[in-house]
């Protein structure tokens, strides 16, 4: 007979609070029969746990004395979202510096676990698949992550010991506005003093954090993973591109991620700007589209549109001759 996890694991919490419980009191607090309280009690028997049961008329149960329970219980179901939790965020990249730590936390979890459960959940890790492949990250530490989090929540300006891709070191007196992870890396994204703009910064990147003597507001319209996802996207690109879309800014906001480039309103639609290395992939993205759109910039990028248009008229013309050119079809 199946019995709810959740007031199998309420009823060991009462016992854990020591001294012996009635099986009227049990059943009371619980919300259930008395019949019900033994096969809870059968049911922590079976886990391992030493439940001693005292018979007679005010007969009830209590934990063996000295013994002391594992600092965690989980239900089933809490058990398998903290594992699939931990396995997924390791596949994402989100990790601090110790790279043991998802597999030190699954230990642990594993460990405290009954062991039919533990046994499940290590046949679970074994035979699960992802169809997407793991990611390569570049992982923060655990004290610069904290730290900053603390100050982007305090609105307390902070000062880092930073290095630029190109290695110069440098201090740098930050406004936090948001933290972001994205492909693999934790961003720190807000208002640099020193340069007088709102900037990101790699996480990887910063080797210290130090508290500074200054307090902010966070602007209201500020989108902290749109400034990372469009500042990235807008990073070590050829070509800037500026195109007039003919739909809503809604409808452009659910077709286009955050990575593709900055949306805006435009008196003929949304105006998309962006960065480009290729321009013929920026045609057919816009093609792919299906809405009408104006180039304002670059005048090439129009080259490339009518290029990918002859392409398209030639490879619709060949299907057509073909069709008109195939001979009888002998079953």
Known sequence: MTRPTARVLAMLELLQAGGQCTVGDLAARLGVDERTVRRYAEHLADLGVPVQAQRGRYGGYRLSPGYK??????????????????????????????HAATASALAKVSRVLPRPLSQRLDSLLSTAHFTTPARASSPAGADTLLDLAWAAQARRTVVIAYTAWGGQESQREVDVYGLVFHSGRWYATGHDHGRDDVRTFRLDRIASVRQGDGSYVVPADFDAAMQVVSGIAAVGWSHEVAVVLRTTLAEAGQRLPPSVGRLSEHLDGVLLETRAEHLDGMACMLAGLGWDFEVITPDVLRDEVLALCDRLRVSAVRGAVAGTTAGPQIP
């Open 69 to 98: 329970l594992p600092p965690l219980m989980l239900t089933d179901d809490e058990a398998v979202a903290v594992v699939l939790g931990l396995r997924a965020a390791e596949r994402a990249g989100l990790a601090t510096t110790d």
